[in-house]
């Protein structure tokens, strides 16, 4: 059955006072990201934005594109709950549209007024900064744009920019940087993890009677799992849904210390650490010489 | 000398900045690389599917259908009157007027006379919805106007104002043949036809490339062929920095020496 969601109608700053923890510089150390907001913040984020127009057509392409139709203002999950317009797709892309049209277009150079175009100051930072990680990158508006204006595109080029400049939130660099430590988002250090299999392998055994292991990090298994981190600590049932089903298949498995996370919070970041958390997959599976990789989260 | 410039050069450097604006923002377009696959599902895995996907894109709108019916069908309708209306004109640039031209003429005119509709519904729209008046800009209801103008004038002249049409196909001729002919034109058609020549000046410069962004936007014309591999064109290596307890050499250490101890 659907159930229709009410459109709110519009409630300028409504959700202006939600803000994410700014980021530590013991994480972003580990990233490779400036430990703080840099002194020249505003060159460094235009510098990178120049950088980002040329490398992605996606982000010239739909900040130039748009009409402001308006389709994809009311599918967002973020509007629906809190009614600021800033939280619409079309309005959160308008944040760096504006900021784009400034600095990299004619007619922003020329008529800034009539093209909206806008200084990158410190109140336009701080919009970034609230309504930028106000996205989930789900892509929801993308599938209701007539041209297929992907707002997420736009959220993480956004997020590129400003990490560049040393701006970024707690959350996604302290869960990156535990990767980059322990292998995973929880932080479960190898030890822990071979423990917690150690664990799971005994009390399949007294609980269910069922003699069936949880390797880890065994050279030349077929299959190399790489599991949500929180399988192996919280959703431990799920954990022994995987060692059953390998089991019942006959499939040699293992899961790796190097690499037990399937989520990739590299995505809420920059393109480098994104690929830097999904290389660690693929430098598991060629340590470890497995065939396959199964991957979920 | 004014007429001559309105009817002899203005349009050639109108029509200059349209194609040329147009060649240049395609040009910026593709020439900016595609880094990752970002293709919006249910996607096709053929090119001829993606051909297909694109040109139900360009003609129905599917995800606008999808989203806002009202939107759709005020978007919808204008087009295919734009359409309709810019067709029924190409009688006064071919000599002899090609039959299927001729045919449509009738059609293209009720569309003429509908074309106000949609452009008013859209300006409406924009004026009425809270969400769409608060991301609206200048430019949005500039481009609707001008529509509405050059549509509006276009009917006056038809219905009050009849114009001298032999004289109309003479100018657009000389045009095409590079031989100024000046009509002497009511003030309405000299109005309609600087308010086309307006409409190719803004057309590559403001929104309304939304028409041939379409055809490059990756989320449309990207295949769903996830087995090959993606090539990112300026892709780098991938660096640990001392900070990082964990890297690629530490694990094979780590390996190598539970393998160590598994033997003794």
Redesign the interface.
Known sequence: MRVPVP?P??KIGASRGQRCHPAKEKDM??I?LPKERLPDWKEAMLKKMAEV??????V???L????????????CQFFLGTGD?KN?P??RA?LLRKVYKRYFT??GKIWGR???AEELNETVLQEWYTYFYQCSEC?RC?????????TA?ITMAAREIMAAAGVATKYVTEVVAKV????NNLGIW?PAWKDNCAFLEEDLKDTEGLDIKFPV?T?GAEVLLVPPSADNFVNTNTMIGYAKMFHAAGISWTTS??CNEGGNFGLFLN??NL??VN?RIL??AR??KVRKIYWGE | MSMKLLFFYLPYFSLGIFFLGILYRFWRWAKTPVPLRIVVPPAPRSRLGVFWRLVGDILFFPNLFKGDKLLWAGGFSLHVFLWLVILRHLRYFLYPVPGWVAAIQTLGLYAGYLIPLPLIFLLARRLVIDRVLYISILGDYFALVLLLAVAGSGVLMKVFFRTYIVDVKALVLGLVHFQPFIPDAHWLFSLHFLLVMALLIYFPLGKLMHSGGLILSPTRNQRANFARRFVNPWDFPVSYNALNLSSPEKYAQALAASDDGEKS
């Open positions: 459109i109608g519009i150390l580990k490779d127009l040329d490398k992605y057509r996606s010239r392409l739909f130039d594109i748009c009409v402001k139709c308006g389709a994809c203002a009311d599918k317009p619409m079309v309005a308008d004619l007619g009539a093209n909206e892509r993308s599938v209701f744009c007539p041209y297929g204006i992907d595109e980059y430590d322990a292998g190898p990090d050279v210390t190097y393109y480098a690929k830097k290389n430098e598991a340590q470890l």
